[in-house]
């Protein structure tokens, strides 16, 4: 089995709240995290991909095809914004890790099943907050 990847960064803040918590409950539950102005993180985002290789191409799947595809949908969206505030489609959400993550695979999972050719399909997402804080969504 082969996996391609590509990695991504983009910086955007957030705040962890849920407005049907009062302010204590919310500080007790993400402490920090739950300041008024939130804060910035330098995410990192790292993409796989699996499929066959095409014998034409020698290629699984043209890279900078799939770094169009993630700028269109993720990157363009997210970087130098709040994400509380400012994307569509984490409206009404509480932009943890765990959130964030699933609404990027959902996105990215349609966009490249659209494209489907060589069974191409999404492999995994990994999505790093910090250094130490990060996540990875694999297919169920
Ligand atoms: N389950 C989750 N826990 C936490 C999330 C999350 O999204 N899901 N998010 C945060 C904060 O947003 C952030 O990641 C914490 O940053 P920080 O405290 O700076 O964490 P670091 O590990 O980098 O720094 P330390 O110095 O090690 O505390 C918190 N929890």
Known sequence: ?????HNFSFCASHRLFNPTFSDDKNKE???????KNGHGHNYKLEVAITGQVDPETSMLFNL???SDIVYENIINDVDHKH???DVLW??????TIEIFIEEI???LD??????????????????????TNFATRLRN
């Open 83 to 85: 994400l509380n505030f």
């Open 105 to 107: 695979w959902k996105r």
């Open 1 to 5: 089995m082969l996996i391609l990847k």
């Open 64 to 66: 900078q095809d799939l």
């Open 110 to 131: 349609k966009s490249i099943v659209s494209k489907q050719k060589n069974k191409l399909e999404l492999y995994s997402v990994t999505l790093w907050e910090t250094e």
């Open 29 to 35: 539950i993400y402490g920090k995290c739950a300041g």
């Open 90 to 95: 984490l409206e009404g959400k509480i932009p």
